[in-house]
């Protein structure tokens, strides 16, 4: 009998994770399936029972449950508690753990397929939601010389940095503040170029920068990338490598065997220059 396991979102038409588990599932030897479900707004809970109760086995979680996600897990993980927020959950009778692998599939995309390391690196993180919560913790494991956390609103910047003190070198900042600072890796977690906006970086940032990675995916050049392109950045990436390591990550700790995913990653790039 075939496990099951699904993504749960709204919108969800557009998830890849249907197509990304098919590829795991089939070059792993798995027996399990793998759907989409648009959870109603307001709906969550009432969706996992029902996905529950017919026998599912995990979930992947997607905008705008992952923080519902948080509140129905009875079992959260460190790096959950800390972002507020879950991207999978697998079901063991009674119990529901929640994992939360945004961060370790964008550390790992970086340092294993890009060959990027953070350890003694200056780097620079834009944004303070979500996104950038998820990748604190693994991104402060990685030793960098320091962390610098950017957002419009300079309180929220400030929160983030003050929970990831514990462990390693944080600070926040203003945009206006980042003019006279250079970073080796700059990492766009804002939702700026989902909108096709440029967040409010100087082009200064990059004048010694190795990498600039934009957390979304199959966006092409985005305003982000563009701009650090322009500024001579030599490598340039988007949020493919973590979305195919992290849905690697959950597949891992649903079926105990982690599976290659170069050629998830070669199916689903979108040139960017």
Not at 96 to 110: P, S
Not at 165 to 178: H, I, N
Not at 229 to 239: I, M, P, T
Request: glycine share 10%.
């Amino acid at each position: 009998m075939q496990d099951h396991y699904a993504v749960i979102g709204n919108p969800i038409a557009q998830s890849k994770s249907p197509m990304i588990h098919g590829m795991y599932a089939q070059a792993t030897g798995q027996d399990m399936d793998y759907n989409k479900i648009e959870g109603p707004l307001g709906g969550f809970k009432t969706a996992v029972d029902a996905f529950r109760a017919a026998g599912g086995c995990g979930l992947n979680i997607t905008a705008p449950f992952k923080l519902d996600a948080c509140a129905y897990a009875t079992h959260k993980s460190k790096r959950v508690e800390l972002a507020g927020a879950a991207n999978a959950m697998k079901f063991e009778g009674d119990k529901v753990l929640a994992e939360n692998f945004d961060g370790i599939g964008l550390v790992r995309d970086v340092t294993h397929n890009l060959h990027m390391p953070l350890k003694g690196k200056r780097v620079l993180l834009l944004g303070a939601g979500g996104a950038a919560r998820g990748a604190l913790l693994p991104f402060l494991e990685e030793q960098p010389a320091e962390l610098v956390i950017a957002n419009r609103t300079l309180q929220k910047a400030f929160d983030l940095a003050s929970i990831g003190a514990q462990w390693g070198r944080v600070r926040s900042s203003s945009y206006a503040d980042l003019e006279m600072h250079r970073f080796d890796l700059v990492f766009n977690a804002t939702s700026a170029s989902l909108c096709g906006e440029l967040p409010p970086v100087p082009a200064s940032v990059f004048a010694r920068c190795n990498l600039a990675y934009e957390l979304a995916y199959g966006k092409g050049l985005t305003p982000f990338l563009r701009l650090a392109h322009n500024s001579g950045v030599g490598q340039l990436a988007d949020g493919v490598g973590m979305l195919a390591e992290q849905a690697a990550e959950a597949f891992a700790w649903w079926r105990g065997v982690r599976p290659e995913t170069q050629e998830v990653i070669k199916v689903l790039t979108v040139p960017l220059v």
